[in-house]
């Protein structure tokens, strides 16, 4: 079920509660963006705006004012007008009337009347809270008004003195998911899950990575999740070592691992999963060994992801397991706290071990605060994603390269330790292999 209009209304009221007094805070909406000719991308809904009402049409823009003279404050929402003919063309647009009603703003106007009565709304407010930079023509709307009250001195009016960037209050907000939230993002994980299952279930028989990448968009799409999250990864043999690889078009060879990240969006919330298997639905004996070096990696950052414990120190832990591995198996030489402050396993292991998940994939939110590493508190959503990639002309033996593996999960820290929304897709050996022995 979609949020509820109740959980946006208290998203708005804690931003006027979080502005200085006196502020008024500017969210534009995302625009149709052209394809080609007269066509248009799938419209996605700025997440920012998104988060803050809910409103799912574009050119959209949402005002918050906590000026005195509003004791409550005040939300006003300016949207596309009742057109019936584009409405033949594009479809129905919800209007000003009805948005009232069902978004529980406290005043609405066509979007057309935005221009002219912008300098008026913000004229006597001391304070802007605006995402500069965020979104380029919103960025020009503002600026214009702001140049107009500060060239109108005569008539009385006042531009704001200071302009603050409303992302430092949204970042935070988002970074601790409530439980409506969480509820959407299991739902997004568990529809993602399915659909890691049913690819790897069908690799056996599959011809080419986009025949996986099929089986992961329809499983999707009949779950009501029309869109990916993200461009889907199918990397087969050497391209699992192409970390975001997505042309997702090569033959699928026995005796090759293939990579698969995807992940659904489901009510504007993002998965990211990565599971890797070989197409065969067999390991060979030095696949098995670095497949296996890269989950006991994860399972050690799992040890350590807990509140106030940091996503610094899970690495560090995963970073310590991979590079004493490539040590054992003669992939890197000497001693391990050397190779550590070297940077040797980078060559192998380049990428960090996590990321905020949210509406966004790779969702807002600073990991340090005053310089020091965020600690992890409940409601947190984040990824571990350890992996190893030995390149095609890597300086190793040959029985390793080509071999790209990166396993990835979604937790939500609770209370204790964390909740993994993506624990149902197999990512054992045993498990791996018998799931696919089954889909023969």
Not at 49 to 55: P, R
Not at 249 to 261: H, M, R
Not at 363 to 372: A, L, R
């Amino acid at each position: 079920m979609p949020l509820d209009n109740t959980e946006f209304l208290t998203r708005q009221k804690h931003v006027l509660q979080s502005m200085q007094p006196n502020s008024i805070a500017i969210v534009p909406a995302s625009s149709l963006v052209t394809r080609s000719s007269d066509t248009e991308y799938p419209f996605r809904q700025d997440s920012y705006f998104h988060y803050l009402c809910g409103f799912p049409e574009p050119d959209a823009w949402l005002l918050l004012t906590n000026h005195q003279r509003y004791s409550n404050g005040m939300g006003i929402l300016f949207c596309l007008d009742k057109d019936p003919t584009m409405e033949i063309w594009h479809g129905r647009r919800i209007g000003p009337k009805q948005a009232k009603g069902d978004y529980g703003v406290d005043l609405t106007f066509a979007v057309d009347e935005l221009e002219q009565r912008l300098e008026d709304i913000i004229d006597g407010h001391q304070h802007l809270y605006f995402a500069a930079g965020h979104n380029r023509h919103a960025d020009e709307v503002v600026s214009t008004a702001l140049q107009s009250l500060r060239n109108a001195p005569k008539q009385s009016k006042q531009a704001p003195a200071s302009s603050i960037d409303l992302r430092l209050i949204l970042d935070e907000m988002r970074l601790i998911k409530s439980a409506a939230e969480i509820d959407l993002m299991r739902r997004a994980a568990a529809i993602s899950t399915q659909a890691h299952i049913r690819a790897t279930k069908f690799a056996t028989s599959a011809k080419n990575e986009y025949h996986l990448e099929a089986e992961i968009h329809h499983e999707f799409a009949m779950q009501g999740a029309k869109y990916p999250a993200y461009g889907t990864i199918v990397g087969a043999g050497d391209n699992s070592c192409i970390l975001h690889y997505t042309e997702n078009n090569q033959e699928l060879k026995d005796g090759d691992l293939v990579l698969i990240d995807a992940g659904c969006e489901w009510q504007g919330y993002a998965s990211d999963i990565t599971r890797t298997f070989p197409v065969s639905g067999q390991f060979s004996v030095a696949q098995k060994q670095l497949y296996q070096l890269v989950l006991d990696a994860q399972l050690a950052a799992f040890e350590v992801i807990k509140p106030n414990n940091t996503i610094a120190q899970a690495s560090e832990t995963a970073i310590a397991v991979i590079t004493q591995g490539l040590l054992e198996l003669g992939i890197l030489q000497g001693e391990l706290a050397d190779n550590i402050e070297r940077l040797t396993y980078r060559e192998f292991y380049m990428h960090g071990l996590s990321h905020w998940l949210g509406l966004d994939v790779h969702d807002v939110g600073h990991y340090k605060v005053d310089g020091q590493d965020r600690p992890l508190l409940a409601g947190m959503v984040l990824t571990v994603e350890p992996g190893i990639y030995i390149a095609p002309d890597a300086d190793v033996e040959s029985k390793w390269r080509g071999i790209g593996i990166r396993i990835e999960d979604n937790l939500l820290i609770t209370s204790n330790g964390f909740e993994n929304l993506t624990e149902a897709a197999p990512k054992t050996i045993d498990a791996i292999e018998a799931l696919m022995k089954k889909s023969h």
